[in-house]
């Protein structure tokens, strides 16, 4: 009997949140095969099978937070007595070397999983249990709820509550109880009912609770931080669109583009690129602990992405040195991964400015962004619609969008932001540089 472990997902994190089984009690797995999937505060994460066999116990459901190096399912297999893993030969794991495990990539985390793997044995046996006959599932031990099957996460809610689990009937595996079970009902504790009423707020019967153990967590710390401990400004401009909206019209019919999505982000990830070249304080960040500025030389465009997880942003990098056509791909490229949770965490990382393009998810017009830390600039562009427009004399009807600048105050100055955005939009309404 084989009880696999949570491994380090090579992230730095400590914990994973369960969105999801692959399998049930009773299936017979091969080694590799994917048992599970996790959402870290960077990415989904599928966890392959280390040997094969036959699942005899899940410890933890759907929601359920799982630190690393907890249970997180029990394999019957072969006995392994003396330090191999069960379908595994020796050789296969060392160093990293030998097949990858899926999910892991082959690079960093894969080896550091080899190589816990090993050590797990060697040096941990009580992580990989061994018995001569096959155990029953462990379940939480019920908090005066004699039989009742729940996770911890669902019991520390109901306890919340004043909700006694015995009263509520479980829809999950074997009758356990979900937090959507807790959430369907309304059946009070005896000690409950007996105590004082206390006064609650209209509507606390629809509540939801949403866990925050993986990006969603990410997200809300890294903008307490950014929003408590930088000192924003925001500049806002509004821009002439119609050479851009034309040349971006022209080019969609030539070769270079053809099977390319152009849309007008790249266009602006190539604004972005050359005016930055003329002030690259810009591409620049804070540093803490030397209070220095640091200017990169490199650009690294990050792209805010909303997703069903949350937000999240990939990084075009070296997008200076890219052509329009490249940037378009790529943009693409990451923003499909990143809707469907399969970015890595090195698409992630390394940014350098960000943009953000908060008119492309309906009409709106502009906004005050928060900095993406370490990062010292966020560039926000608003919906491109037709617009009353001032052209010598008259008044024309022309494509227009708003422009928002945030920067930190400790490495940007207000005239240094206006410039910039001068720069910008010179760019963008003047646009045949861009392509």
Not at 59 to 65: F, I, K, L, R
Not at 78 to 85: E, I, L, N, P
Request: glycine share 10%; net charge negative.
């Amino acid at each position: 009997m084989g009880q696999f472990m949570l491994p380090d997902l090579g992230e730095g994190l400590e914990e994973a949140q369960l969105t999801r089984w692959l399998v049930q009690v009773g299936d017979e797995v091969a080694l590799n095969q994917h048992l599970c999937e996790v959402e870290t505060a960077k990415a989904l994460v599928e966890i392959p099978s280390p040997w094969a066999g036959q699942v005899r116990a899940l410890h933890a459901q759907p929601g359920d937070a799982v630190q690393v190096g907890a249970p997180l399912i029990t394999i019957a297999e072969g006995d392994h007595a003396g330090g191999a893993v069960p379908g595994v030969a020796p050789e296969e794991v060392v160093d990293g070397e030998g097949p990858v495990l899926v999910g892991y990539g082959a690079h960093g985390p894969a080896q550091t999983f080899a190589r816990r793997r090993r050590a797990t044995i060697a040096e941990a046996p009580a992580r990989i249990t061994t018995a001569a006959a096959p155990q029953p599932p462990v379940a939480a031990p019920p908090a005066d709820e004699s039989g009742v099957k729940a996770s911890p996460l669902v019991r520390k809610i109901a306890a919340e509550r004043g909700v006694n689990l015995a009263g509520i009937i479980g829809t999950g595996p074997g009758g356990r109880i979900r937090v959507e079970d807790l959430d369907a009902s309304s059946v009070p504790s005896p000690a409950a009912s007996l105590a004082p009423a206390q006064p609650t707020s209209e509507g606390d019967d629809e509540e939801r609770r949403i866990s925050t153990i993986g990006l969603r967590k990410a997200i809300a710390a890294k903008m307490t931080r950014a929003a408590t401990t930088i000192p924003h400004f925001t500049e806002y401009g509004l821009f002439d669109a119609s050479k851009l909206t034309a040349l971006r019209q022209r080019l969609k019919g030539e070769p270079d583009y053809a099977g390319v999505k152009l849309t007008f982000l790249p266009f602006f990830v190539k604004a972005l690129t050359q005016s930055v070249a003329d002030y690259p304080i810009m591409n620049s960040r804070w540093d803490e602990e030397g209070n220095a500025i640091v200017i990169r030389k490199r650009i690294h465009v990050g792209i805010a992405t909303d997703t069903p997880r949350g937000l999240v942003v990939p990084v075009v990098r070296d997008a200076a040195a890219r052509s329009l056509a490249e940037v378009a791909a790529e943009c693409e490229r990451l923003v499909a991964l990143a809707r469907v949770g399969k970015l890595d965490p090195a698409s992630m990382t390394g940014g350098s400015i960000t943009i953000t393009n908060v008119g492309a998810m309906g009409p709106v017009e502009t906004g005050a962004p928060i900095i993406n830390a370490p990062e010292v600039c966020i560039v926000g562009f608003g919906a491109i619609k037709p617009r009353p427009t001032v052209v010598g004399d008259a008044l024309a009807v022309r494509p227009g969008a708003w422009i928002s600048v945030s920067c930190d105050h400790r490495v940007v100055d207000g005239a240094s932001a206006a410039q910039f955005m001068g720069a910008l939009i010179a760019c963008l309404e003047e646009p045949e540089g861009l392509a």
